[in-house]
């Protein structure tokens, strides 16, 4: 865990929530964030940044996550991030995440570290926490839930469409999700907004 701290270490003390998301760039499903209170004690031992860890190992780090961690969960819809775009989308699901989190604590956190240089307009206490999944124990544990829960998502949706390589590619805009929204189509689960997907609506 060399490098990375629990909130207390960086001043945060009290009932402190990490907040990251996954899915900001795909072109398909849902954006999706997690909100995490470390409870301290024995934490599991590699905890990072999800973007450096195998799927392997993200998964072994969120079975041991829900033994040592409180956690929320919130995403925002395809429809909400054509609607409000993906910045506020995101915003919208890490609101929805820290909702999610106090339903399970039954208390507002005292304080929220979020990872980015962007707050949702919410009215508690917060600091955003530039590459924070580098910097915060909790933070790195939110980015682990959010990425292995995003993917699982994901999977579900490649079963139910297949042909864009979801269960891999998670939605993003590989060459093989390319080829597939150009021989096969928009699905309902692809964001409209996103240009890729609106030339291929356009062309009909």
Known sequence: MAGLLLPAAMGFP????GVDEAG????????????????????PKGLKDSKILSAARREALRASLAECADIG??????????TLNIHWATMLAMERAVLALVAVLCREP????????????????ATA??????????IAAA??????ERDGLMAALDAECPGYGWACNQGYGTA???A?????????????????VARVLERG
């Open 180 to 196: 597939a929204l150009e021989r096969l189509g928009a699905t309902a689960h692809h964001r409209r907004s996103f240009a890729p």
């Open 143 to 148: 980015s682990i839930i959010a990425k292995t």
């Open 73 to 82: 969960i919130g995403q925002a819809s395809v429809e909400e991030i054509d």
């Open 129 to 138: 926490l530039v590459k924070g999944d580098g910097r915060c124990l909790s």
């Open 24 to 43: 900001r760039g795909p072109l398909a499903g849902p954006v999706v964030a997690a909100a995490v209170v470390l409870r301290g004690g024995s934490l």
């Open 14 to 17: 009290g009932c402190v929530a």
């Open 176 to 178: 093989e999700h390319g």
């Open 110 to 125: 005292d304080h929220v570290l979020v990872d980015g240089n962007r707050l949702p307009r919410w009215q508690r206490a």
